[in-house]
């Protein structure tokens, strides 16, 4: 009933889903750096875990912890280092 | 590399994993109502969309709502119902 997704070798595997929030998924990421495209805004918020994240342009990494939430634009990437199996939640729009 | 469990005719998924939390899920859920039987205590939260959890034992439904935790005791039961497709993390202590 819900589709999954793999990504980098199974390192990234998602669940989507979409309610009242909008279209979305939960996933799990291994430790691991990661280079994400996007085509939607995206809103991830960390679930458990922790996520370093360096947006398009910028030469900072910024930490994310559970329940703090980063916002993607469209139509660029992002750059993440998970150092332990880190899971969350992305909204679409 | 991450193992998937689905229950009640798929309208429960879930992926495992493991971290500085413990042994976790993050998993998403149909509209439905679901009786799930525990072994170890479990926290369980929401991370979107809404649960209405009724604890063993009590004839009262709780709703909680993304980022609201709920706790129950190892080796019962509890009762949720959904209203939306709605996602969770639960941690195994």
């Known amino acids: ?5 793999a990504y ?3 390192k990234v595997l998602s669940i ?3 309610n009242q929030e909008g279209k979305a ?3 799990v990421m291994a430790p691991g750096e990661y280079t994400f495209e996007t085509t939607s805004v995206e809103y991830m918020t960390v679930v458990s875990g922790e996520m370093q994240v360096q947006l398009s342009g910028s030469n900072d990494w910024v930490v994310y912890k559970p329940f703090e939430t980063f916002k993607v634009e469209a139509n660029t990437s992002f750059n993440l280092k998970v150092t332990t199996d880190s899971s969350y939640k992305c909204i679409y729009k």
């Open 16 to 18: 989507a889903f979409e």
């Open 1 to 5: 009933m819900f589709k999954t997704n």
């Open 25 to 27: 998924t939960v996933g």
């Open 8 to 10: 980098f070798d199974d």
